[in-house]
């Protein structure tokens, strides 16, 4: 059996960001999906994201599930801390390592089956607990691994390969998480890396739940005419609601955007997210709005994709918990064993 590995040397010399690293740095495997999977340019966009905002990448814990969205993780982030969990159960492992360890960024990659079907339980109370870490969802509303089946989000209506039609509602795994709380809620398209990548870079910097609903076409099974997951019905059906820019706090900012009306949504760390108005007057912050909106442009056949919601002043976990702000996983016996003393007056406290 033959490997095929990415060469060590190159003929040109690599673009290096502030860290010192190469965008191949931020790289993993070679993919073993399908040529032209949407999958892999979401690979390419996480590469791009954490490369672009100088993250150190054993900072960053990589977790997943099953399916053919789960597998990504190995084609992106060589470096970084991974686990792939059972099917569904993504969400919750994620928890725990959050919990014990404060001091790492948490990137859950799922799919559509993964999330929206036998580990919708998991997604919902990972939402509505404000778990901060980013969530990918690669959605392409079919079960490739098992040949093709509809998916939970399968549109009431689109094809399958074989003509088969699908006669029951689709999950909106975006509606669902901005009614459970989420602190950040997305929608891109895997073959538009300009508003996909900035979007990933403000889900890392965000201190919440945020969830990007990433539309990835499967190639070999739902990539046809009469289904609503394919390239070509994503791209003629898309209502972008805004196209972004994300700019790290620095001492001189530039940007190549052109020239038009801009919100500014300041991060909990100080950085930015820049807007650009489209011709719709859409609000971001505003969670009514956007569930509403998703609502009307789902009545009128249309994907809506970009920021859909973000609250600027986000909660999460640890702070609803109170949790100290060591990580846990590094707190010593003396900490957890104070001693009778300590006990006792905590005793005193509860009667």
């Known amino acids: ?80 801390h991974g686990f792939n969990t059972t099917h569904g159960r993504m969400p919750s492992v994620l928890t725990g390592a ?57 549109d009431k209506g689109s094809k399958n390969k074989r003509g088969v039609v699908n006669n029951d509602s689709p999950i909106d795994l975006v509606a669902l998480a901005l009614q459970l709380g989420a602190t950040y809620v997305a929608r891109s398209f895997s073959g538009d890396k300009e508003q996909l990548v900035p979007l990933i870079k403000g889900a890392l910097r965000h201190h919440g739940p945020a969830i990007i609903d990433v539309l990835s076409p499967c190639v070999t099974f739902n990539n046809h005419p009469g289904s609503t997951k394919s390239y070509d019905y994503v791209r003629e059906h898309n209502d972008a609601v805004n196209r972004l820019d994300f700019i790290l706090p620095r001492d001189q900012i530039t940007t190549s955007y052109a020239p038009g009306t801009a919100r500014r949504v300041v991060q909990h760390d100080g950085s930015v997210l820049m807007l650009r108005k489209l011709g719709t007057d859409y609000d971001p912050t505003d969670r009514v709005g956007a569930m509403n909106y998703l609502q009307e442009r789902s009545a009128m056949g249309e994907i809506v994709t970009g920021l859909i919601y973000v609250n600027p002043e986000p909660d999460d976990l640890h702070r609803a918990l109170n949790t100290v702000e060591k990580p846990l996983n590094q707190l010593g016996d003396a900490y957890l064993c104070p001693g009778s003393k300590a006990l006792e007056a905590l005793n005193a406290s509860l009667r």
């Open 1 to 80: 059996m033959t490997y095929l590995a990415k060469p060590k040397l190159l003929r040109y010399e690599q673009p290096k960001n502030a860290l010192g690293y190469t965008r191949r740095d931020y790289e993993g495997a070679i993919s073993t999906l399908c040529a032209g999977c949407g999958h892999d340019s979401i690979s390419a966009a996480v590469v791009q994201a954490c490369f672009d905002l100088d993250i150190e990448p054993h900072r960053v814990a990589k977790l997943s599930g099953i399916g053919c969205s789960s597998k990504t993780p190995d084609y992106f982030l060589g470096a970084s």
């Open 98 to 154: 959050a919990m014990a360890n404060r001091d790492l960024l948490y990137l859950g990659v799922s799919g559509d089956g993964d999330s929206a079907s036998i580990g919708i339980g998991q997604f919902a109370h990972a939402m509505r607990r404000g778990v901060n870490m980013a969530y990918l969802v690669e959605n392409n509303g079919v079960y490739g691994l098992t040949k093709g089946q509809f998916s939970a989000t399968t």
